[in-house]
């Protein structure tokens, strides 16, 4: 039986979120995708967790076939932030990422659904564009991977879904001004929905740098 695959949660502030529309300049079939950036000190237990995880994996690896201890090294699923200049934050970056569909062995294709999104009562959001600096939870499944080719195990960071803590909403350039009139309505909250609950720590329990 395939194991569960570990499942935590990341709190800080949202970079280059994708997940309502998926990319497709990588991937034809669109890849959803957020960074969340989270200061050194408050991602410390978070990267041990993770390092420690990649080490497990990287230890099994080598018990099943020693000969790869020389050659195979370990991908952390995390990366320092750099500014403009190239210069470290004291930030790091948690890359979290969900394929929209894909192609599977026997050349069939396959759709998946889009993260879930919610606000900070849990409420469903669609539509809002997630600007930078907004702060969110992201819900990560950690899926272990070893890559042939260039002999590296890691960890692939699955987005689940988030929550919107407090938002900045990107608005781009208006062409428009407020006017009286319509308003959409707010979408039905679903109570099933229990991924953030209120009482989770921040990393309890796919993006690659």
């Not at 890849?31 to 995880?53: G, K, M, R, W």
């Not at 939870?137 to 272990?144: F, M, S, T």
């Amino acid at each position: 039986m395939e194991k569960k695959p570990q499942r935590i949660v990341i709190k800080g502030s949202a970079s280059w979120a994708k997940v309502f529309t998926p990319d497709t300049k990588f991937n034809t079939e669109g890849t959803y995708s957020i960074d969340v950036i989270v200061p050194e000190d408050e991602a410390a237990s978070i990267c041990e967790q993770l390092d420690n995880l990649c080490e497990e994996e990287f230890n099994n690896h080598v018990k099943a076939n020693p000969k790869l201890k020389a050659s195979l090294s370990i991908r952390k699923p995390y990366a320092p932030e750099l500014d403009e200049n190239g210069d470290e934050t004291g930030n790091i970056v948690f890359r979290a990422k969900k394929n929209a569909g894909g192609v599977r062995k026997d050349g069939s294709k396959w759709k998946g659904s889009a993260p879930i999104v919610m606000d900070s009562k849990r409420n469903p959001v669609t539509g809002i564009l997630i600007g930078n600096g907004s702060t969110v939870k992201v819900a990560i499944d950690l899926v272990p991977y070893m890559m042939q080719a260039t002999k590296q195990v890691g960890l692939s960071c699955r987005l689940v879904g988030l929550q919107v803590i407090e938002l900045i909403e990107y608005a781009g350039k208006n062409m428009f001004d407020e006017e009286d009139g319509f308003v959409a309505e707010a979408v039905a909250k679903d109570d099933a929905s229990d991924m953030f609950d209120d009482g989770q720590v921040d990393a309890d329990a796919e993006g690659d740098f």
